[in-house]
């Protein structure tokens, strides 16, 4: 399989050439397009949250070695969560290679965070895939550098800041 221009672009902003091209063109297929012989993206995007997840916590591991479990869980979530994985696909531009249907097309698909996100998963799998876990680690460090050194000391989300507030009030 040959890749087209925009493909073969999108490969050097991610850092990795591919072998073999079908796995990027999966990775980058939605649901919405996919057909009986066009195999969409989900069970990448499966595969490519357990590598980043498996990197993130060397990652931080290696950065900070004397902070506690709880006190990396939260610099994890922070890390891997989907808007983060759709800020790293915005910065690679990855909305304007996504194989969307119609419909998702018209209402701004390339654009939105899920998709985003997911799409950066399932390219991290079609990586792993592709050229083996050191692939893949690599091309996340890469992409994701600047946030791993960055991420708050107390990165909780919202949420969690809440129910620890509630939790520490009785309420």
């Given at each position: 399989m040959k890749l087209s221009a925009d493909l073969k672009a999108f490969e050097a902003r991610i850092g990795h050439r591919f072998a073999r091209p079908e796995l990027l063109v999966?990775?980058?297929?939605?649901?919405?397009?996919s057909s009986p012989t066009r195999a969409d993206n989900q069970r990448l995007e499966f595969l490519g949250d357990r590598v980043l997840g498996l990197v993130m916590a060397e990652a931080l591991l290696l950065d900070d070695k004397g902070a506690t479990e709880g006190q990396l869980a939260p610099r994890f979530n922070a890390l891997v969560r989907k808007g983060a994985c759709a800020e790293v696909a915005r910065e690679v531009d990855l909305g304007a290679v996504l194989k969307l249907g119609r419909s998702e097309m018209?209402?701004?698909?390339?654009?939105?965070?899920?998709?985003?996100?997911?799409?950066?998963?399932?390219?991290?799998?079609?990586?792993?895939?592709d050229g083996g876990f050191e692939a893949a680690r690599e091309m996340i460090l890469r992409l994701?550098?600047?946030?791993?050194q960055s991420v708050e000391e107390d990165a909780r989300d919202a949420k969690t800041a809440l129910q620890e507030w509630a939790q520490a009030r009785r309420l």
């Open positions: 999966r990775a980058l297929t939605h649901g919405s397009v018209l209402s701004g698909g390339r654009r939105k965070q899920a998709l985003l996100g997911d799409g950066m998963e399932a390219v991290i799998a079609a990586v792993y895939r994701w550098g600047k946030r791993i």
